[in-house]
């Protein structure tokens, strides 16, 4: 599986925008980009994914390299509630649907 | 309306024991997982099934059994519980198991295994 690096933690304050980035240098040209965070003892949840175009839907955007050996995830405007652990996670498009989480990144929203 | 549920919330058992951890989905999903997240917080799939057919199988001891006895359920039974069984179980679905890996997958709330 492709591995992704992102930061272990970030820190941002309420009702600013959060750019967390991910790098997937070994990404391939059928790996899909997923994100999911986990909030306090909760399971993971789904926030977005892309293949190569940028993407946006009601929870985040997501901004994906030219060469696609990078994306960060964009939170808008961040509320306390975004805090959580977020996931990069690449996974290819044909036969394999295992999420292989890394450590993600540790969100920290201050008030 | 829960969309993944798992049953019970918390496990608290002895070494030695059988337990057995529950998992539904009422999203009409076709496929089926289980992930463990070990005390350092890292998660990692153990097991896939589709329509009742096992498809993932990662390298885990042969003391954990998944069994669905519909593909609503995915139930996951653990034999002879070691102290390294602890930690936290997730159950999660998604809508087929396709060629596409965009299948977006739906956690339960998880259920936290402690082995004394």
């Known amino acids: ?111 | 309306d829960t969309a993944v549920s798992q049953t019970p919330k918390y496990l608290v058992t002895q070494m030695g024991n059988d337990k057995s951890i529950k998992c539904e989905q009422n999203l009409g999903h076709d496929t089926m997982y289980w992930y463990k997240q070990d005390s350092k917080k890292f998660l990692k799939i153990m097991f896939s099934y589709n329509n009742k057919e096992l498809i993932i199988n990662e390298t885990v001891p042969n003391r954990f059994s998944p069994k669905s006895p519909d593909k609503a359920h995915l139930n996951l039974h653990i034999n002879s519980l070691e102290l390294g069984d602890s930690a936290v179980y997730f159950c999660a679905s998604s809508l087929s198991r396709s060629r596409l890996s965009t299948d977006t997958q739906y956690f339960g709330p998880g259920t936290r295994l402690t082995v004394l």
């Open chain 1, 1 to 111: 599986d492709a591995k992704t690096t992102q930061p272990n933690s970030m820190e941002s304050n309420e009702e600013e925008p959060v750019h967390l980035p991910c790098n997937h240098s070994t990404i391939s040209g059928t790996d899909y980009i997923h994100w999911y965070r986990q909030l306090p003892s909760q399971g993971p949840e789904y926030v977005i994914h892309g293949l190569t175009s940028n993407v946006n839907n009601r929870m985040a955007s997501l901004a994906i390299a030219e060469d696609r050996k990078s994306s960060t995830l964009i939170l808008h405007r961040a509320t306390l509630r975004d805090a959580a652990v977020y996931y990069c996670i690449l996974s290819p498009n044909f036969g394999n649907e295992k999420l292989t989480f890394g450590t993600g990144t540790r969100l920290t929203i201050i008030p």
